[in-house]
């Protein structure tokens, strides 16, 4: 299985509207990968750029040098999400050649031309423009935000190479410059897959001009549109904002990733909305979640206590068919439409069951049946709790406590409970 998924442009810090991507699809890939999928997943890094040659003028260093630093502050924060970062991860500049290639077949065949350095793509020769995004190119010209542009044949003409001479540059038969954004992709997938992908992925607000202009240099050079199917995450607004206005950089309101207290909070509050519906974040919610997947890790350490802490293996484990009932609705959500909010209702009806089983007499077979789907389903969701085995020592912390209790000595039990709490193990 082959899934791509457009990266960023590394300039800056990433900010949560970035991140809803990054676990959206992390956690796809996760789901196919648990059905025992071998999943082929990249994403791009675009390190070459007008705002890279902004920010390297303004530092007075190199754009490379710039990209490469936020290379490492992204691959970091997408860590510390909770997300895998042992993808395929290409980079515009060490795919400049076949960038180049794939333009100037492009332009061999007619559907891009050259005008005083600078290549366009002919729109008008793709019948099928306009269908990912559900447009019609009547009603794009005739409506047309598009920036006018004298050089161009068709006000809907997008650049696959730009003239320039500022920053870093390439030679090329049609002059020095560097590529057009919407060329990149094509590329990519292109050198790594082959050309056609099962599921081609990004945010929404990708789809149009970005992905439709994809598909149609995917038309003029396979005669396909790249993906078997596309799929787009709902943007994420700041609550209070326009809920019109995307979060963006330029937008002066920003919440980085790397500024997140809790991050392994925030992807359960992006994962509880459905992926294709806008996400509206406020910091009064994304609390309510630290609360959530707080209680998440008690009642998961505390059953893994018990287990450690636990010298007979007693009870019939009658209630393991309505554990399987669980696990099974887990999967049926995410198999209709990637439902991740049903999923996690089904995550939290399986707490709910491990904490009603923590009050009831101990049954070591359905509470270790109960910890394997709550490692399966938090391993899917990208939630893991991590958590180390007990030691002799702190068994025995453990020990002393219960007796202190049963003698009745709550100075005693008080003075141990508190160090169980200093060691985190309560």
């Known amino acids: 299985m082959s899934i791509y998924v457009c990266g960023p442009t590394v300039y800056n810090f990433i900010h949560i509207g970035n991140a809803r991507p990054v676990i959206v699809f992390d956690t796809l890939r996760r789901y196919f990968e648990s059905k025992g999928n071998v999943v082929r997943f990249a994403s791009n890094f675009t390190d070459v750029d007008d705002k890279i040659i902004q920010k390297a003028i303004a530092e007075g260093k190199p754009e490379l040098e710039i990209s490469s630093r936020y290379i490492e502050a992204f691959l970091k924060d997408v860590a510390d999400l909770g997300s895998k970062t042992d993808y395929i991860q290409p ?34 020769k793709i019948e099928e423009y306009g269908h990912l995004s559900n447009r019609k190119i009547d009603d794009l010209q005739s409506g047309s935000r598009v920036e006018i542009n004298e050089k161009k044949e068709n006000p809907l003409d997008f650049a696959l190479w730009k003239k320039t001479k500022e920053g870093i540059t390439w030679e090329s038969n049609f002059g020095p410059g560097r590529p057009g954004w919407h ?14 992908i099962d599921i081609h992925g990004g945010g929404a607000d990708l789809i149009f001009p970005h992905h439709e202009n994809e598909i149609a240099q995917s038309v003029a050079t396979h005669q396909h549109g790249i993906a078997s199917f596309w799929m787009h995450n709902g943007r994420l607004n700041i609550e209070g904002n326009d809920s019109e ?5 330029s937008a002066g309101s920003i919440v980085w990733v790397k500024d997140l207290k809790d991050k392994l909070a925030f992807r359960l509050y992006v994962l509880a ?5 806008p996400l509206n974040f406020s ?12 209680k998440m890790t008690q009642t998961i350490h505390a059953m893994k206590r018990k287990l450690d802490l636990a010298n007979e293996l007693v009870g019939d484990s009658a209630h393991q068919e309505d554990l399987a009932s669980i696990r099974e609705r887990f999967d049926a959500a995410l198999e209709l439409d990637f ?32 910890l394997v789907y709550a490692d399966e389903m938090t391993e899917i969701l990208g939630l893991q709790v991590p958590y180390s085995p007990l030691s002799l020592a702190d068994k025995e912390l453990f020990d002393r406590w219960d007796d202190a209790r049963k003698n009745k000595d709550f100075a005693k039990a008080d003075e141990v409970r508190g160090e169980l709490q200093k060691k985190g193990l309560l």
Not at 92 to 114: C, F, N, R, S
Not at 183 to 196: L, P, R, Y
């Open 91 to 124: 980079k515009v500049t060490e795919y400049m050649a076949p960038i180049i290639a794939y333009i100037d077949h492009l332009v061999q065949t007619g559907y891009a031309y050259v005008v005083e350095g600078d290549v366009y793509f002919r729109v008008s």
């Open 183 to 196: 060329t990149e992709c094509c590329v990519m997938i292109d050198e790594i897959f082959g050309g056609a």
């Open 245 to 249: 206005e995307k979060m963006s950089k």
């Open 273 to 277: 909305t459905h992926y294709r519906a």
């Open 283 to 294: 910091f009064t919610h994304l609390e309510t979640y630290e609360k959530e997947f707080q």
């Open 339 to 370: 439902n991740t909010p049903n999923a996690i209702t089904e995550l939290q009806a399986l707490l709910k069951s491990m904490n009603i089983l923590l009050r009831q007499p101990f049954d070591a077979a359905l509470w270790r049946q109960a």
